[in-house]
């Protein structure tokens, strides 16, 4: 069969999946006051419409920024701005400023849904280009590392399911990957300025940006060459920010008010039940009450610094592709563990570059993409979206551990674990690492499951109400913190070798 | 072999793609039945609160009651054995939810309810799951392809499994077609492995869980009479009347009417059998369904409209004495033809006998086993829908799905089903009108079409091209027509005072399809023929 239409039933059928799930309940689905995601998008349709640009971010009497005020930054407004003009009209009603507070109907939903599933324009082409042309392999291979890529449930069901853009944010991120992939630097530092534009949350992966384009600029030498690389990226960036946020920079005042709003301090270390280390240290310790809330600003400034800081110089130093691609991950990962104000949604971010390891590593990263998905349970539950969260998730165990045969993948050669195992080696001779893999595989899969089946059927005795998501986040966490050190294993340890070269190109 | 290992050689059997091997087919079924469990919260018809009243009436009454009862509009109308089957879910429903087993409750619907019917027709399609295995073992020229996607036992799996119609028509539309055509399939396959009893069997339980497979009757009654009955052939393959073996035919007939004994007897016994019959056979409805399915009667229709319209302009009819309602076609199930004559269910027996006789005789007097057996059920299951009375646009399926068996040994079969196929799935566009299944079912048929087109195309790589210029033409011409129907028509005026253009446009156009590849379907019988009886000539020389 010819590739073209292998790549277009992958496509279909991740279309058709998202569909499917976007006919299921959204978030804050008829629970006024406040309702959920889907009406705060709403809300940015009708803000953004009505008010003049310079009012959208500031509390006015028309704009009461305690009901879901804007707080993403200009890209995702004018976003807002656009989708609201093509629901002026078909309806008018859906925007009008103050009365369509809450408004619900299945008209509406159906043209939301279509708002993101239109959105998918960013992402879904994204991912088939980088799978054609950066991933390894046959071409059935790069079809099956494109199918499983598309049908990742977490990203899935919370666009097309909780409702959220994430597509749009991720999507900009992936292109920019794919352009410094591809080796077009500026197209790439483009692509993602646009996407930090869209969402602050992609600061989680500025780093690795930062750091493979600053190493490549001084590979090529920093008096010459590389000199002039290094000015046109930090042009095309600020041109691109004056651009986004031109309307803004005319007054000070607006600007620091968006900044605000982009980064609320105020708003303590963590919020609901995210499995990160914050919210998991709080069942022993509680931070929040002993901690002034700069001390915890400064910890877990640090705390993330610490974190990110060995694999941010291991790219700097040797910046190929594929270092690249880790450092994506364990920078986001460290962020979402260790930062300030994190969102359980916020996974996402580090399981958009697991993504893109998932031909090279295929157990780990199924495994990991599985446990963030898991780890959104409690939301999901909230948004009635068990059953596409069950169908989704066997879907994507099945389709990725059968078309990338994940477990006959699992070598110590294929984990990249080979100096590590060789330093095991004297001590324990018949250690077998990769079946250990397997089985703690297996293991949390099944425990995975068992918790999702039980905060289904089960209701939390009385006295802990919240023993479910707190059970959740925490297996959810140690997960997380095992694939963060493996993932800086892999990094850190890489021989220098050529042989690595050659998988890179 | 330890534990661990046993274990993960267990789980890789599942999961692990090796050569010639079945582990992909697992993989077929599991995707296409996680596909199902998407769709169970889409719109779902009528047929949904129909199935509903169904298991209510056969949990709560006695079965002397059940072709009686009239509390809903959707009276008990198809066959005993089904009944039965509904009888025998009713017992596993009152575990989800024991409110939609009350009679009164017309229209329930919670969650647990659709969650409970939905479920039901994914488990039940085991049935169909199990039976596409035993088709796919029965496709020759399977051997030689090294690769997966290259094997034609691959591509009719997916044709089947994946097949657009019964994912709609079953998983959205609401029904069990895919637990019925998987008795019907597996029949077949039994009559390809020569398990000629047991494919017997089978087809006499179908008839009597759904009586709408009496279209392929005949095509089972001449050829198990003649290729069973009689065990042999004279050497230039004409009927040899001395090889007739009663046994055979009495083992026939006992397996028949044990099976329509188990099923009617007890109504039969009741004196109920009358009231059970004019459940199951109500002729009081019109020619055509409400939405004109694709066949003849659909284009006989359009051609009395345009020729009435003809007569008016050039002032040989008077307008004041053509029938009113005529105009309202599409809509209003009774259709008043003004120039053409009118047609009566007679008629349209008369009809489709008609159509279906060459075939039937073409295997009576040259058998091709079960190969020509198979044709012959494509051509009765597309001849009955062409002229049969009142048909609906899902019984196309019961063409589609017997001829993928053929589309994947021969190329000129290849051709037709990718016309028949097309045309035919998208005549079940309709079925599908709320504005939130429009994507899926275009996505839906996208992804179906697009895997046959390239499938049986690469099938058939050295054979030259598949189908030509103006067919496909003609098949792309289904685009713009969607486009026309579902996104421009509904927006300007002609909506309000005409609204089944669009279901009009829809089932003329796909009658063209239907009845060409009725026509050639007729020509690659008599193909075949010629090639057999050229065949006898040059033996006998």
Known sequence: ?505 | MTFDQAFFSLVSVMAAPMLEDWSWFPVLAFGVSILKCLLINTYHSTDFEVHRNWLAITHSLPVSKWYFEDTSEWTLDYPPLFAWFEYGLSHIAKYFDKEMLVLQHLNHASPATVLFQRLSVIFTDIVLIYAVRECCKCVQRDRGSKDILGKPSFVLAVLLLWNFGLLIVDHIHFQYNGFLFGVLLLSIARHFQHRHLEGALLFALLLNLKHIYLYIAPAYGIFLLRSYCFTQDNADGSLNWRSFSLSRLVALGIIVCSIFALSFGPFILLGQLPQVLSRLFPFKRGLCHAYWAPNFWALYNVADKLLSVLGVRLNLLDANRLHKASMTGGLVQEFQHSVLPSVSPFVTLVCTLMSLLPALFSIWCRPSGARGFLRCIVICALGSFMFGWHVHEKAILMAILPLSLMAVENKEDARIFLILATTGHYSLFPLLFTAAELPIKILLMLLFTLYSFTSLKMLFRHEGRLISIPEASYLAGLVPLEVFCELVYPWTRWQQPFPFIPLLLTSVYCALGVTYSFINLYLSLLRTEGAVKGKAKGKSQ
């Not at chain 1, 701005?81 to 078909?90: G, K, W």
């Not at chain 1, 600020?238 to 031109?246: E, I």
């Not at chain 1, 031909?359 to 780990?364: D, G, H, K, Q, Y």
């Open chain 1, 1 to 505: 069969m010819e590739n073209w239409s292998l790549v277009s039933l992958s496509v279909l059928l991740g279309l058709v999946m998202r569909w499917t799930v976007s006919l299921n309940s959204y978030s804050g689905a008829t629970k006024p006051p406040m309702f959920g995601d889907y009406e705060a998008q709403r809300h940015w349709q009708e803000v953004t419409y009505n008010l003049p640009i310079q009012q959208w971010y500031f509390n006015t009497s028309d704009n009461d920024l305690n009901y879901w005020g804007l707080d993403y930054p200009p890209l995702t407004a004018y976003h807002s701005l656009l989708c609201a003009h093509v629901a002026q009209l078909i309806n008018p009603e859906w925007i009008e400023l103050h009365k369509s507070r809450g408004y619900e109907s299945p008209a509406h939903k159906l043209f939301m849904r279509a708002t993101v599933i239109i959105a998918d324009i960013v992402y879904i082409p994204a991912v088939v280009l980088y799978c054609l042309y950066l991933s390894d392999g046959s071409s059935r291979r790069k079809v099956a590392t494109m199918l499983c890529i598309l049908l990742y449930p977490g990203l899935i069901l919370i666009d097309n399911g909780h409702f959220q853009y994430n597509n749009v944010s991720l999507g900009l991120a992936l292109w920019g990957v794919l352009g410094l992939g591809l080796g077009w630097d500026l197209l790439g530092s483009l692509a993602f300025t646009l996407a930090l534009n869209y969402k602050q949350m992609e600061l989680y992966h500025s780093l690795p940006f930062f750091c493979y384009l600053l190493g490549k600029c001084a590979r090529q030498g920093l008096t010459g060459k590389g000199l002039i690389l290094l000015v046109k990226i930090a042009a095309t960036v600020v041109v691109s920010f004056a651009v986004c946020w031109l309307p803004f920079l005319s007054d000070s005042q607006q600007s620091l008010q968006v900044l605000r709003r982009l980064f609320p301090v105020g708003r303590g270390l963590f919020e609901d039940k995210v499995a990160n280390t914050w919210c998991s240290m709080n069942v022993l310790v509680k931070i929040k009450t002993h901690l002034s809330a700069e001390t915890q600003l400064y910890l877990s400034l640090v705390a993330t610094l610490l974190a990110v800081l060995p694999s941010s110089v291991k790219l700097l130093m040797k910046p190929t592709f594929w270092q690249f691609k880790l450092a994506l991950v364990n920078s986001s990962l460290a962020f979402f563990l260790l930062s300030f104000q994190v969102h359980e949604k916020s996974i996402l971010l580090a399981a958009l570059p697991v993504c893109l390891l998932i031909n090279e590593l295929p157990l780990m990263s199924i495994w990991f993409l599985l446990v963030s998905t898991f780890s959104m349970l409690p939301l999901l539950l909230k948004d009635g979206l068990l059953l596409p969260y069950v169908i989704t998730s066997l879907a994507f165990l099945f389709t990725s551990m059968y078309l990338l045969s994940a477990l006959e993948r699992t070598t110590v050669d294929i984990l990249r674990i080979e100096p590590y195992s060789r330093l095991f080696r004297p001590c324990f001779p018949r250690l077998n690492l990769p079946l250990i893999v397997k089985w703690n595989f297996a293991f949390f899969i099944l425990t995975m499951a068992g918790l999702s089946f039980t905060s289904m059927a089960l209701d939390p005795p009385a006295k802990l109400p919240d023993l479910f998501p707190v059970l959740v986040s925490l297996c959810a966490y140690f997960q997380f913190l095992g694939c963060l050190v493996y993932f800086n294993i892999v990094q850190l340890m890489e021989p220098s070798n050529k042989g690595d070269q050659k998988k890179i190109n």
